[in-house]
């Protein structure tokens, strides 16, 4: 299973999924699917989008977790 810590990088700076889509450029959609972790495919350059805005390497953000 592959965990987003969106929710968890958002909520260690306040922001709002509003703040990540503005600052992304990205659809509220997309930042929300990948807050709530209910997306079921992510293009790369939302995932590049994210690293770039959040400074941090795509296994900050995604990491895969055994079940």
């Not at 922001?15 to 699917?33: P, Y």
């Not at 992510?42 to 390497?57: S, T, W």
Request: include cysteine; charged fraction near 35%.
């Amino acid at each position: 299973m592959i965990r987003c810590n969106l929710s968890r990088l958002m909520g260690e700076r306040k922001l709002k999924i509003a703040d990540v889509s503005r600052g992304t450029g990205l659809n509220r959609n997309t930042v929300s699917l990948l807050y709530n972790e209910t997306a079921s495919r992510v293009d790369l350059e939302a995932i590049d989008r994210l690293c770039l805005f959040f400074d941090c390497e795509v296994g900050d953000l995604l990491e895969r977790v055994r079940e």
